[in-house]
C-alpha cells in the first residue's frame, strides 16, 4: 500500500504549496517565515512539507509510472 502513501503525500504538497499564497490572497500579513508558521499551526513539519511540494512538482505521467512500479 505504499502507493496511497505517494498520493497522499502529492496532495499534501500540493495543498502546503498554496498556502501562503491563500494567506497573502486574504490579505494576512506576511514576514518570510509564513510558509512555516502556517504548517506548524497545522502540525506538518516544514521539511515534509517540502519533500511533498517536490512530489507534486512531478508531472502527472511520471508519477503514474513511478506508482505502476510499486503495484507489480
Known amino acids: 500500500m505504499p502507493e496511497y502513501n505517494l498520493y497522499a503525500t502529492r496532495q499534501m504538497g500540493?495543498?502546503?504549496?498554496?498556502?501562503?499564497?491563500a494567506k497573502n490572497q486574504y490579505?494576512?500579513?506576511?514576514?518570510?517565515?509564513a510558509k512555516k508558521e502556517t504548517l506548524a499551526a497545522?502540525?506538518?513539519d516544514?521539511?515534509?512539507?517540502?519533500?511533498?511540494?517536490?512530489?507534486?512538482a512531478v508531472p502527472e505521467n511520471r508519477?503514474?509510472?513511478?506508482?505502476?512500479?510499486?503495484k507489480k
Open 14 to 21: 500540493a495543498i502546503s504549496g498554496k498556502m501562503e499564497v
Open 27 to 33: 490579505a494576512i500579513p506576511t514576514n518570510g517565515t
Open 42 to 44: 497545522a502540525g506538518i
Open 46 to 56: 516544514i521539511r515534509r512539507a517540502n519533500e511533498a511540494e517536490k512530489l507534486a
Open 63 to 70: 508519477f503514474t509510472e513511478v506508482i505502476a512500479r510499486f
